[in-house]
Nanobody, 124 residues
Framework: QVQLAESGGGLVQAGGSLRLSCAAS????????MGWFRQAPGKEREFVAS????????YNSDSLKGRFTISRDNAKNTVSLQMNSLKPEDTAVYYC?????????????????WGQGTQVTVSS
């Protein structure tokens, strides 16, 4: 069975940076797309970014694309999300997930394995 574990969350001031990491164990990792999602209190889980097995990247918006960078290291079975210029509205629980295919989906239904999430809190 595939297991995903996020780390790197925490409390940061607005304008600061955090780097989230997701370690995968079991199953196949490198041949599947990986994604990051986030969920704020009272809101639906939303797509943040994805990266395909070939390194193709997709972001939820241009603003996120300018501040966030997704990457993967297949040799280490990890996927990361570098978050810069953080804003209070970025506060959420961040989840990593494995895609059902090698393509990077933008909805939660396109992913079949999920981590437990890591809390990111951005203070003003």
């Amino acid at each position: 069975q595939v297991q995903l574990a996020e780390s790197g969350g925490g409390l940061v001031q607005a304008g600061g940076s955090l780097r989230l990491s997701c370690a995968a164990s079991g199953g196949t990792f490198s041949t599947y797309a990986m994604g990051w999602f986030r969920q704020a209190p009272g809101k639906e889980r939303e797509f943040v970014a994805s990266i395909t097995w070939g390194g193709g990247m997709r972001y939820n918006s241009d603003s996120l694309k300018g501040r966030f960078t997704i990457s993967r290291d297949n040799a280490k079975n990890t996927v990361s999300l570098q978050m810069n210029s953080l804003k209070p509205e970025d506060t959420a629980v961040y989840y990593c997930a494995r895609g059902k295919t090698i393509a990077g989906a933008t909805t939660a239904s396109g992913y079949d394995y999920w981590g437990q999430g890591t809390q990111v809190t951005v203070s003003s």
